[in-house]
């Protein structure tokens, strides 16, 4: 069945509780395991049912947010699905009340009991107030940000337009749309310092009423993460502290090399090239061809994987007129589809969302007969499949990129080794916030400058006094609104080179590897999974100096300054 023709109807959500409430009735009781094991097995039919109804809504809506009824369905699901939310309380509270977990560990594996644990932890009614604040303040700052109006060379941009501008190969242009973006950022200095100062503190009341000494733990505690705590990730960030800056450091002046600028300010770090960063070769059409070629000879199960997409038109990747912006992969669980939307512009980004995109999708095909809880890994470990995908797929980037694939190849690299200490910066922030939630917006900039200068000492802002005094961060989405989650795009990064390494010596074999670790999509937690998939933990010391290592040595070996 294609994805228009997918069936919507809208939910008789009072039906829906009152089959919850009566499967609720058989779990964590004195049932039988076998009518445990049942009940359980209904209410994962039952929020898949509603799980594919708010996706096909979703989705929908997304491609043509102009559409009257889909918009006024997204407004039932956003209106009523927060209160659903202690219907999963209730079933998290009456599995692990079972008198037959351990029969039901066997059965669903011991995860989703400390899934359940966790989610209790980070929950109580008493917070709905503080979580709806919390919610209100991060679409404030969104909203903020999204209304941007960039006055630039007579014409005015929002802030992802202005990006082209930061990368143009005219320095002027790079150095006038840098400034700009700091002017209406400055202009907003106080609104943005308001927002987050209000979001540190309404975090630190939640935390302190669920029982926590300060956001961090809680901050873990709501992504999920089950195997690992702050000082594994203290000890993570050290070593990209002591193996990349001086890496990136170097990097950065071969690019300044490149690119032809003896005292490189920020702005002049976005371009790669004097040529001009790699573009893909041909339209939509032809790319989606290209894709199918190279999953078709990838294996038979990416073949397989990538024809479903296809010929189910699961693919939406086109720009148009009423399309939110953005892109994402989700999954349809009553139809075992997974679903890639993006807004192609003609950038490697495009062949990003070929590869990347399609990492998650392949992902969750594989592991779409699991339970509804083990489709998806956590987020770290998600990610490794959708960056471990841009790699396997480098024997086919020349398809894509042509006389830009040495270019393409090289930034690849070079780029996802360059941000990895930003992105622990990124964490090194917030944990310094968190742990100190007295601290005063200033105080903050402050706090976030030194940092920036440990982690990125070539980072010169030259007359920007506004990113001079520590406010680079307002940009970065993910601090107001997913506190603690940043860093897992280095783990995953991380995990993803060793791909890299690993296909250079077999591609089959690395690619036999990666297949079984879609398999078990989240099934295991993370550091269990990389233990499954024969990969290194980012955790323990030594590993980052030795994934680095033979990356290093490839980029030593181009001559970049002929790119
Ligand atoms: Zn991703």
Known sequence: MKFNEFKYEHPD???????????LKSIGTDKSFDEELAAINKMFALTDELDTLYNLVSVRYSIDTRDAFYEKEMAFFDENLPALGEYDNLFN???????????????????????????????????????????????????????ARI??????????????????????????????????????????????????????????????????????????????????????????????????????????KRIQIEEPKAYDLALSFLSGNPTPKGDMNELIQKAKEMYEEMSPETG????????????????????????????IPEYSSPFIFSNFNGTAGDVDVLTHEAGHAFQVYSSKDNIPSYRWPTLEAAEIHSMSMEFLAWP???????????????????????FLPYGVAVDEFQH???????????????LWRKIEKKYLPFKDYGEDSFLEKG?????????????????????????????????????????????HLCSLGGSQSFVSLLNSAKLDNPFENGVVEKTIQPIKEYLASINDIEL
């Open 93 to 147: 509270q009456r599995l692990l009340n079972s008198k037959n977990r351990t029969q039901l560990e066997q059965k669903l594996g011991s995860l989703i009991f400390k899934q359940a644990e966790l989610s209790l932890k980070t929950f109580s009614p008493e917070i709905i107030p503080d979580l709806q604040e919390e919610n209100k303040l991060s679409t404030e700052y969104s909203k903020l940000l999204a209304s």
């Open 13 to 23: 959500l009072d039906n829906y509780k009152m089959s919850v409430e009566k499967v």
């Open 151 to 256: 006055e630039f060379q007579g014409k005015t941009y929002n802030l992802s337009q202005i990006g082209p501008f930061k990368q143009d190969t005219n320095r002027e242009v790079r150095k006038a749309a840098a400034l700009a973006t700091s002017n209406w950022m400055e202009e907003n200095e106080l609104e943005i310092d308001r927002i987050y100062d209000s979001l540190v503190q309404v975090r630190t009341k939640i935390a302190h009423k669920l029982g926590y000494e300060n956001f961090v733990q809680l901050g873990y505690d709501r992504l999920g993460r089950t195997d690992y705590d702050h000082k594994n990730v203290k000890n993570y960030r050290d070593q990209i502290y002591s193996s990349l800056v001086p890496l990136v450091t170097e990097l950065t002046s071969r690019k300044a």
């Open 304 to 331: 397989e994987f990538w024809n479903f997409m296809v010929d189910n038109g699961l693919l939406d990747l086109d720009a148009k007129e009423g399309k939110m912006g953005g892109g994402y992969c989700t999954f």
């Open 396 to 418: 086919w980037m020349n398809s894509f990129f042509q006389e830009d694939t040495d270019k393409y190849k090289f930034s690849h690299l070079a780029g996802a080794l360059t």
């Open 471 to 515: 406010t680079f961060w307002f940009r970065q989405s993910h601090i107001f609104s997913s506190p603690f989650y940043y860093i897992d795009y280095t783990l995953a990064q991380v995990v993803a080179f060793q791909y890299w390494i690993k296909s250079k010596e077999s591609h089959k074999a690395a690619l036999e590897e990666y297949k």
């Open 432 to 446: 310094g916030v968190y742990e100190n939630p007295e601290l005063t917006p200033d105080d903050r900039k402050t």
